[in-house]
């Protein structure tokens, strides 16, 4: 069965197919963020599964470039530490290359979501 869950950090909907029980985590197909299901009736709701920063990051990034294909080059760990660092500094996990701490600039940025990387070949 497919199932339509709003992921907090992305801000979007997207099908799950499968059948979520409320404390399991699922993963969002458009940005990669572990969610945890807090229920399933009559709508399956979910929240951000907050884990340890850099292993939340980490994750998220890990579980992104998996789900389009993506490899990551030589700066992988310079943009995790940069995003482990704006995190605790400004509570998210905010672009290190954008100045504007904005729900756009979230990683992975909209710019990087919306097919970015492969019009450009790699991230901003």
């Known amino acids: 069965m497919k199932h339509k869950i709003y992921c907090q950090v992305c801000r979007l909907s997207f099908i799950y197919t499968g059948e979520p029980g409320p404390g399991q985590v699922v993963t969002c197909s458009i940005c990669g963020a572990e ?16 884990q340890e920063p850099e292993t939340e990051i980490r994750r998220r990034a890990d579980n992104f470039a998996s789900l389009r294909g993506y490899t990551f080059n030589e700066d992988k760990e310079l943009v995790i530490e940069g995003l ?3 995190n605790k500094m400004y509570g ?25 990387v492969r019009k450009l070949g790699r991230c901003y």
């Open 92 to 116: 998210d996990f905010y672009c290190p290359c954008r100045f504007e701490n904005i729900p756009e600039n979230v990683c992975p940025c909209l710019e990087t979501r919306m097919n970015e």
């Open 35 to 50: 969610l945890k299901v807090n229920q399933t009736e009559p709508e399956v709701t979910a929240v951000r599964f907050v």
């Open 84 to 86: 482990v660092d704006k």
